[in-house]
């Protein structure tokens, strides 16, 4: 079994800055993805950023530049850096570990764009509950 937990949210104003951290305990792969995703009120959720075992890491487009992932040790706690945070980015924060193995990705996708493949689908394992970012007009 694979636990995560989220921490760090929190209310901050417009072009603000937060860090979250997960941190990953259990019978997990030190070696398979790693994900940020968020949902807004009355969006869908929306993946944000991912890192792979080697140090890639991908972005969604729309936080490029201003988000950064990285991790500590072993893959077991992950942060998520945000800078110039903006009112339409309020929503819950999840991350999420380890591939969902389809016959689509295993079949179609190539072993080195499966992390961000995952990440524009939401396809991943196991979820952490979330923590709550509020930004501030």
């Known amino acids: 079994q694979v636990h995560l937990a989220e921490s760090g949210g929190g209310s901050v104003q417009a072009g603000g800055f937060l860090r979250l951290s997960c941190d990953v305990s259990?019978?997990?792969?030190?070696?398979?993805?790693m994900g940020w995703f968020r949902q807004g009120p009355g969006k869908a959720r929306e993946g944000v950023a991912a890192?792979?075992?080697?140090?890639?890491?991908r972005y969604a487009a729309s936080v490029k530049g201003r988000f950064t992932i990285s991790r500590v040790g072993d893959n077991t706690r992950i942060y998520l850096e945000m800078y110039n945070l903006n009112p339409g980015e309020t929503g819950i924060y999840h991350c999420a570990h380890g591939l969902e193995q389809t016959e689509k990705m295993l079949r179609y996708i190539e072993p080195r764009d499966r992390c961000g493949w995952a990440l524009a689908r939401g396809h991943y394992t196991h979820w952490g509950r979330g923590t709550q970012v509020t930004v501030s007009a």
């Open positions: 890192l792979e075992h080697d140090g890639s890491r």
């Open positions: 259990g019978n997990f792969d030190p070696m398979d993805c």
